[in-house]
């Protein structure tokens, strides 16, 4: 027996809002571990962190795919027929556009959209492509437990690259990635639904997009360590300077 598309839009929903649960937990474990300044925990928990966060992204894809009045059967097979989930959500970016600008098949897109769409469209695919693709990429290593060490392809040596990048993140640039992929995702719900809508709410959602290029280049992550560690304190010295006065009270 096959599931109705309405029973598989509520599976679909119910599967991102659990990770999405999850990967709340996870972050603001992070932050505290972050307050409390306890190393071992934070690099346990940006791990966790790390791998959820490529869960959600597959998660997210699969909710978009479901969108009321959205994706038909075909689009949906034809996202879901790309070899890895970076590559389905740069199909279901392409097939977004081609949607709400009727362009066929086997035509560039960039051939038949004015310029300030195009630029839309090259701007979704590079953060698809720069700040998303490693995240996605890393996740079947870290699920097969190659958390310090992640190994090649045929597993003969170290990838240095995914070396490179998991002692990279932390669980402020984690946060970014995930939060450029919900403006994605919301972009590409936007151009199912109707050209229209897309153009009115673009820069709405791509502020979210815009986030990670902005604050991962002007600010850093270790200004935003001491701004968690120092609001953590401050709390710390309120709840002692509170607790002596009752006790001079009594």
């Not at 990967?23 to 307050?35: N, W």
């Not at 962190?49 to 479901?66: C, G, H, P, T």
């Not at 097939?95 to 035509?107: D, K």
Request: charged share 25%.
């Amino acid at each position: 027996m096959t599931a109705s598309e309405a029973d598989l839009r509520k599976y679909h929903y119910a599967n991102y809002r659990s990770v999405s649960q999850a990967l709340t937990h996870i972050e603001r474990a992070g932050k505290m571990a972050i307050r409390r300044n306890e190393v071992a925990a934070i690099r346990s928990l940006v791990q966790t962190q790390m791998l959820l966060v490529a869960i959600k992204a597959e998660a997210r894809l699969m909710k978009l795919l479901y969108l009321p009045n959205g994706f038909s059967d075909t689009q949906r097979s034809t996202v879901l027929a790309q070899p890895s989930v970076y590559e389905r959500w740069v199909s279901a970016v392409d097939i977004g556009y081609r949607s709400a600008f009727g362009i066929a098949t086997g035509v560039d897109v960039t051939y038949k959209l004015l310029h300030d769409d195009v630029a839309r469209y090259a701007t979704i695919q590079r953060v698809l492509e720069t700040r998303l693709r490693p995240i996605i990429g890393i996740r079947n290593k870290l699920a097969h437990g190659q958390w310090s060490r992640p190994l090649n392809q045929d597993k003969s040596d170290v990838d240095q690259d995914s070396c490179r990048f998991i002692a990279q993140e932390n669980v402020w640039t984690l946060i970014l990635r995930d939060d450029a992929l919900e403006g994605i995702a919301n972009i590409v719900g936007d151009l199912m639904q109707s050209r229209r809508l897309y153009q009115a709410r673009f820069n709405l959602h791509y502020k979210r997009v815009q986030r990670v290029d902005r604050v991962l280049t002007e600010k850093s992550y270790e200004e935003w360590v001491r701004r968690l560690q120092a609001s953590y304190r401050s709390g710390l010295e309120m709840m002692r300077s509170n607790l002596d006065k009752a006790v001079r009270s009594d």
